[in-house]
């Protein structure tokens, strides 16, 4: 329990509309505040009438009546966060689901706290591994960046957030997985994906399903992002996934219908765009005198029909620092994860990759799209120059290369070991199935076979004439073998 609570003042409610409580009395209070009812539940204020001070309900607050007194707390909404809501899934007021012990805090942080001033920034620096090859060739992620997962229904965006998940293992970076409105069924997946493969030890599991009260459904992602800043102020790495921000959007939409404010563009209420970008802030990489933590986040948003003009996404595209857009087309042709090139951008990541990476990869996002051109004007004729023919196999071979399945993150070594051969042309000539043999056991062949050649290019930023002579070696023996 939270020690030295003292009860400040009391009010009367005098109307329910849904989760939105009306009160008479609190006369001193403030927007943000938490108040209690009689019932154990929780409220915290979101606005003003002349008379009446409105509160939104977190909880189903089945028990609330008029007349019923309600009390306020001196403090401003904090939660409490720490070490050990790791390995735990949580509420937005941070209270465990799991049925598993209370968890100890360690300090309680205001939920709407501000986002470091840029004084206290410095720029992004380091890469944050995705594992997933077409990203971390093509649009790769900085430590502390925003970067918008945004696509239709259906098209791998949460597989895309797991997979990032599932690769921190053993990088001492902490993950948040916030799921916003969904269902349960969705929810449990992805918490399962995590167990199976021993990710939960550093994940915090963030959950306000689409049954949960508007209330805390709305603040989830505040919540989640609260939770981050404790180890991001620690000095530690933290990557947070909001899945999705647009069923947080409907649920401000919902609770500003019912406070009775305009609604504007889409029926969204025009303050969603501070609120979201409020959230947005709250990322970065924190200078050395505060201990150079960072925070990353994944947003996600859902288009419809591949519509990336509507409210929220044009919102979200103009407050992160890059979209990576998926296209249900692509999906549906089986090239997964179905991240369309030409409309994906990483506005820092570039700056971050290592200088191999950079060498080995900075054609292969334009060959590729290059290559889909090239297969649409080349569909209708029969025959092909033979340098045409060339090309085209070439794209073949990036296309296979870039297809990843989920749940199965590519470490940066085996990416280099692959990129290389595709730059150096080796996966050219050769048939198909030949070449999947290659992406599958290259690696483990390597760590078997050249284990030096492995160490040095996970370490080394820069690839020497040494280890591309092991890498021809690795290369040509592989396909002896
Ligand atoms: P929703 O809109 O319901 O949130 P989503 O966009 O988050 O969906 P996912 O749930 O990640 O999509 O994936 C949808 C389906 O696509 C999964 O069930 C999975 O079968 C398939 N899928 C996603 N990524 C891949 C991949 N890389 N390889 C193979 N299949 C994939
Ligand atoms: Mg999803």
């Not at 960046?145 to 293992?169: C, F, P």
């Amino acid at each position: 329990m939270r020690e030295g609570v003292s009860v400040k003042e009391f009010g009367v409610i005098k109307e329910i509309k849904k989760f939105v409580i009306k009160i008479e009395g609190l006369s001193n209070c403030m927007v943000g505040q938490l108040v209690n009812f009689t019932d154990d539940t929780k409220g915290f204020v979101i606005g003003f009438n002349e008379k009446e001070v409105l509160v939104l309900l977190l909880g189903s607050g089945g028990k609330i009546k008029a007349n019923d007194i309600v009390y306020s707390e001196w403090q401003t909404f904090t939660i409490p966060v720490g070490d050990n809501f790791l390995r735990r899934i949580v509420n937005s007021l941070c209270q465990p689901l799991d049925g598993k012990s209370p968890v100890k805090e360690e300090a309680f942080y205001n939920i709407f706290r501000d986002a470091p001033s840029v004084l206290d920034r410095v720029p992004i620096d380091e890469m944050l591994q995705t594992g997933i090859r077409i990203i971390d060739s093509s649009i790769p992620i900085g430590k502390g960046q925003r970067e918008l997962i945004i696509g239709d229904r259906m098209t791998g965006k949460t597989s895309i957030a797991v997979d990032t998940i599932l690769n921190q293992k053993d990088k001492d970076v902490i993950c948040i997985y916030c799921c916003i409105g969904r269902d349960y069924a969705s929810f449990e997946k992805v918490v399962g994906v995590l167990a199976e493969n021993g990710a939960l030890d550093y994940t915090i599991v963030v959950s306000s399903l689409a049954s949960s009260s508007i209330g805390e459904q709305y603040l989830a992602p505040y919540t989640a992002a609260t939770l981050g800043e404790y180890f991001m102020y620690s000095g530690r790495d933290v990557f947070v996934v909001f899945d999705d921000l647009t069923k947080h959007a409907w649920a401000y939409r919902e609770i500003s219908l019912l406070l009775e404010r305009p609604p504007g563009r889409e029926a969204y209420p025009g303050d969603i765009f501070y609120l979201h970008a409020q959230l947005m802030e709250r990322a970065g990489r924190l200078s050395p005198e505060l201990r150079s933590g960072s925070m990353t986040f994944f947003p996600i948003a859902d288009t419809l029909q591949g519509d990336i003009a509507g409210f929220i996404p044009t919102n979200l595209i103009s407050m992160t620092d890059g979209q990576v857009y998926l296209n249900s087309t692509l999906f549906g042709e089986g090239f997964k994860p179905a991240i369309d090139l030409g409309l994906s951008v990483s506005r820092i990541g570039n700056k971050v990759q290592s200088e191999a990476m950079r060498e080995l990869t900075k054609d292969v996002g334009l060959n590729y799209i290059q290559h889909r051109e090239l297969l649409k004007a080349t569909k209708l004729r029969a025959a092909v120059s033979e340098e045409l023919n060339l090309r085209l196999r070439h794209g073949e071979k990036i296309e296979q290369l870039l297809k990843q399945d989920r749940f199965s993150p590519s470490p940066i070594a085996e990416q280099l070991i692959l990129f290389y051969a595709l730059k150096k042309g080796a996966l050219d000539a050769i048939p198909d199935a030949k070449c999947e043999d290659f992406k599958k056991g290259i690696y483990a062949f390597a760590q078997e076979n050249f284990p030096d050649l492995v160490k040095s290019l996970e370490e080394g930023k820069t690839m020497t004439a040494d280890d591309r002579k092991r890498l021809n070696e690795c290369i040509v023996q592989f396909f002896k073998e």
